[in-house]
T-cell receptor
């Protein structure tokens, strides 16, 4: 079973920041938080990942709370092309714990 | 440049007729995965190869098999497709440089069963 909880859907106005929350209250010390997104009829696409510290790349920022029980993915200036299902995934070490197990995700709709 | 290539993009088969989906990669990655994604659901891991070692998920039906003849190619065989097997099948790869290694997905093969 997925180890994360996300809202099923969110709306965001084009040009505004999109903040997507994720709860992972049972995360263990060696588990990373990953974010992927899936645009309609395409394969999932990696966005960002983190362990403890906040992370930023060209696509997004990831804010992880100090207790690591939740995180927020931030798309700073959402565009219509960011409309997709966003998956927050907790992934740990080797063996089956290292496999990417998807939860239900958040469907983000960016509107003009 | 396409890095994980799945062919065909759309596949139609008949109930009970064996079908094979293919995946190739140009990344030279050690690990290859197969996911099944039914309409409006999240991708579900079926199995993966760690080099030549096959790892099946506990709840993957026996009807689904896989082959990996070399590093670049991996196949998904459905021995007797049922109507419930209609889905998008996604192939993904990852390297072994660390637990944080990200997965690269193909565009998927949409399977219809008539």
């Amino acid at each position: 079973d997925a180890k994360t909880t996300q809202p099923p859907s969110m709306d965001c106005a084009e040009g505004r920041a999109a903040n997507l929350p994720c709860n992972h209250s049972t995360i263990s010390g060696n588990e990373y938080v990953y974010w992927y997104r899936q645009i309609h009829s395409q394969g999932p696409q990696y966005i960002i990942h983190g362990l403890k510290n906040n992370e930023t790349n060209e696509m997004a920022s990831l804010i992880i709370t100090e207790d690591r029980k939740s995180s927020t993915l931030i798309l700073p200036h959402a565009t219509l092309r960011d409309t997709a299902v966003y998956y927050c995934i907790v992934r740990g070490g080797g063996g089956s714990q290292g496999n990417l197990i998807f939860g239900k995700g958040t469907k983000l709709s960016v509107k003009p | 440049d396409a890095m994980v290539i799945q062919n065909p993009r759309y596949q139609v088969t008949q109930f009970g007729k064996p079908v094979t989906l293919s995946c190739s990669q140009t990344l030279n990655h050690n690990v290859m995965y197969w996911y099944q994604q039914k309409s409006s659901q999240a991708p579900k891991l079926l199995f993966h190869y760690y080099d030549k070692d096959f790892n099946n998920e506990a709840d993957t039906p026996d009807n689904f098999q896989s082959r990996r003849p070399n590093t670049s190619f991996c196949f998904l065989d459905i021995r007797s497709p049922g109507l419930g097997d209609a889905a998008m099948y996604l192939c993904a790869t990852s390297g072994l440089s660390g637990v944080w290694e990200k997965l690269f997905f193909g565009s998927g093969t949409q399977l219809s069963v008539l």
